[in-house]
């Protein structure tokens, strides 16, 4: 088996949280995650709620954020010893497409700059000629066209525009890894669809994409594979296909049920009624499962241990950190970290 | 007119002046509410939504000015010839029917509470200055309210900083039912909230009309979330609208093509993948909309017509109103 392109073992990140004079908490955003994005090009989506600890995940597979335990390894390389070197081919090899499409751009420069300076820092082209070709040539990639964009201001674009734009800068990069922090959560209806078909496609093309979102509906389109997160920690992973129709963990489920259906025929059963509570409304313990102040199926063990990875609904691909699971495969708790 | 009418907008035109020219935001709505619907507004950023039900609550501010149209509203149903044109109120009519028979959720409405204001005493303010009531039936309007959103009583002591995203919105919703409005107007109400609180919030929105009889009407860009509430939907596009129907109508079986390909561009669910339609080209600015039918540079099923010819509104008989001159009868198509 080839090197995976991507190796997370054991993460955890924390921040440091209040105290101005006194010393703060230390709060956890990511706890214990294991993910593995293989050589092969591939989709894999992060859901959670806010304050799961997606984005702060995101931030540290690019170098954001520094971590406090676990290890990140890129192509076999551990990311803690990268070398100036290694994170110049890091950097031209995964390439990051943030949330706010108006604060990833300097208001001062012209949009061609996001372009000419890759182009001469990577020495993507030998000549002007080749290079204004290749500039054209990744925007048509994104349905623009090359005179509605070169030349103008980002403030003269729309938050559609602009955030292709930053697609055709990654497709011209060619890069092994998209690393899409909800690309999408500030475009309108119609342009998200034209966003996610490229996605598709760029992944026929060798393009592999470590997608974060909190919208199911768009995970579910782009396929792959699918992690859950809560509170900093990964609850239920698998195949999209088989955690969407067959949720495991009672979180992944309640997330599923809050999914408007896009069809007025089929709307939500009001007697099942939701459960209107915010995470932030809780306190967490780290003895107990993250989930256990909101689960209708709590058991007392909830409260005082933290479940490990089962295998869910007999799927060795399903894995669940919940104890319903745990009687479901023979029971074998894993880590979960090997590969989906 | 008929008697369930509660609102009935016409020829509503909401302008901004700028030193590059005048902007159209909205340009030409005739929409009606009627009594106990939720009534669903739609569209992409910048077409306007929001502008109009500021226009209607008169909240629009200089350089924005209402350049024409009428809003007759009829709050009670005892008396349905008693009508107000919202948009020729004076300022002191206006704020005496606000709270008492027109009330506002708006836009990120989490952030306009009074951080320095405990919440009972916020809404206590409210109540006080819109109706004349005591103390002790002020507080136990706030505490049957707040029960009935799921908050638990201490709720009202506390400030707006101690609560969540979710909490506040819930308050925000209680302070609309307050006085017992006969419309609400909820501005993208949802918007920037988990799924399970939106679904949540929805639930109780549904609520507000399911036990007080209220009319809503209901902004979102979310057309999802409009299949999950609405009863009637009004889909906008560049300052106009473009189809209005019923729920089922517009999801069953849109006509306007913008409909359509709106429709069809959000992902679902579950089921079959099937590549999602895109929409081509973007939106036209509202400095300078397109002559003719405003969708037509977009439109896949453009004709000549369209470029030269606004589309006049064409009542269907099922019951809805499309703007489309591939559905007017009287066109001749080329």
């Known amino acids: 088996m080839d090197t995976p392109l991507l190796d997370i073992q054991n993460l955890k990140v924390t921040y440091r949280d209040g105290g101005l004079f006194q010393g703060g908490r230390n709060v956890v955003a990511v706890d214990d995650v294991s993910l593995t994005v293989p050589f092969e090009p591939s989709l894999l989506t992060l859901v959670g709620e806010s304050g799961s600890g997606k984005s702060t995940l995101a931030r540290a597979i690019l170098g954001l954020k520094t971590y406090d335990a676990g290890q990140i390894r890129f192509q076999g390389q551990d990311m803690g010893r990268f070398s100036q070197q290694q994170w110049f081919d890091f950097r031209r090899q995964v390439q990051p497409i943030f949330q706010d499409p108006y604060a990833s751009y300097n208001p001062f420069y012209r949009i061609d700059r996001v372009f000419k300076t890759l182009v001469r820092k990577f020495k993507l082209a030998s000549n002007g000629l080749d290079a204004e070709k290749l500039v054209e040539e990744s925007l048509r990639a994104v349905d623009l066209r090359p005179p509605d964009v070169l030349g103008r201001y980002p403030h003269q674009l729309s938050g559609g525009e602009r955030q292709r734009v930053m697609l055709a800068r990654v497709y011209m990069m060619r890069p092994r890894l998209i690393i899409a922090d909800e690309p999408i959560s500030m475009i309108d209806a119609a342009l998200r669809a034209l ?15 470590l997608f974060i979102t909190h919208n199911l509906a768009t995970a579910y389109y782009l396929g792959g594979d699918i992690m859950v997160m809560c509170r900093g920690r990964v609850i239920e992973r698998g195949h999209m296909d088989d955690v969407i129709t067959n949720p495991s963990h009672p979180y992944t489920q309640l997330l599923i049920d809050s999914v408007p259906s896009h069809d007025p025929h089929q709307r939500w059963d009001t007697a099942q009624g939701a459960t209107a509570l915010d995470a932030s409304e809780f306190e967490f313990s780290e003895h107990a499962c993250v989930f256990q102040a909101r689960c209708p199926h709590v058991m007392d063990r909830c409260h005082t241990e933290r479940p490990a990875f089962f295998s869910a609904q007999g799927r060795s691909g399903q894995r669940s950190a919940c104890f319903l699971h745990e009687d479901d ?9 090997a590969p989906l | 007119m008929p008697a369930d009418r509660l609102l009935d907008i016409a020829d509503m035109r909401i302008h901004y002046e700028s030193v590059r020219g005048t902007y159209k935001v909205v340009d030409g709505v005739d929409v009606s509410v009627n009594r106990q ?8 950023s910048g077409c306007g939504k929001s502008t109009l039900v500021e226009g ?17 509203f009829y709050p009670y149903p005892e008396q349905p010839e008693e009508c107000l044109d919202l948009i020729q109120l004076s300022y002191p009519e206006m704020r005496a029917i606000r709270w008492k028979q027109l009330s506002y959720i708006p836009q990120g409405s989490m952030n306009s ?43 009202g002591k506390a400030y707006p900083h101690e609560l969540s995203g979710g909490m506040k919105q819930r308050v925000c919703i209680a302070m609309s039912m307050l006085l017992r409005p006969a419309l609400i107007v909820a501005d993208e109400p949802t918007t920037a909230l988990d799924v399970n609180v939106q679904r949540a919030v929805l639930e109780m929105i549904r609520n507000l009309r399911d036990s007080f009889g209220a009319t809503i009407i209901f902004v979102s ?34 006509q306007h093509p913008y409909t359509q390909r709106l429709i069809h561009s959000i992902p679902s669910l579950g089921g079959e993948r099937v590549r999602l339609e895109t929409i081509p080209g973007q939106a036209p600015s509202p400095l300078d909309w397109p002559v003719g039918c405003r969708f037509h540079p977009r439109c896949p099923e453009a004709i000549p017509i369209c470029s030269r010819v606004e589309p006049r509104t064409v009542a269907l008989d099922d019951g809805r109103s499309v703007s489309c001159h591939l559905l007017d009868s009287t066109i001749a198509l080329e």
Do not use: K, W
């Open chain 2, 56 to 72: 209607i609550l008169r909240l629009i501010v200089p350089p924005g000015h209402i350049r024409s149209g009428t809003a007759h």
């Open chain 2, 221 to 254: 860009h979310d057309l999802a979330v409009h299949a999950e509430l609405v009863d009637r939907l009004a889909i906008m596009y560049a300052g106009e609208v473009m189809e209005v129907g019923t729920v089922y109508q517009i999801f069953d079986s849109p």
């Open chain 2, 113 to 155: 509470l009074n951080p320095v204001m405990r919440i009972q005493d916020q809404m206590a303010d409210v109540a006080l200055t819109h109706e004349p009531m005591s103390r002790e039936q002020v507080e136990r309007q706030l505490r049957e309210l707040l029960g009935f959103v799921g908050l638990p009583e201490s709720v």
């Open chain 1, 329 to 337: 495969l023979a029971g074998q708790p894993d880590r979960g970290g």
């Open chain 1, 195 to 209: 966003f996610l078909n490229i996605l598709l496609d760029f992944r026929e093309q060798g393009i592999s994409c």
């Open chain 2, 37 to 44: 619907e939720i009534f669903g507004l739609a569209g992409e």
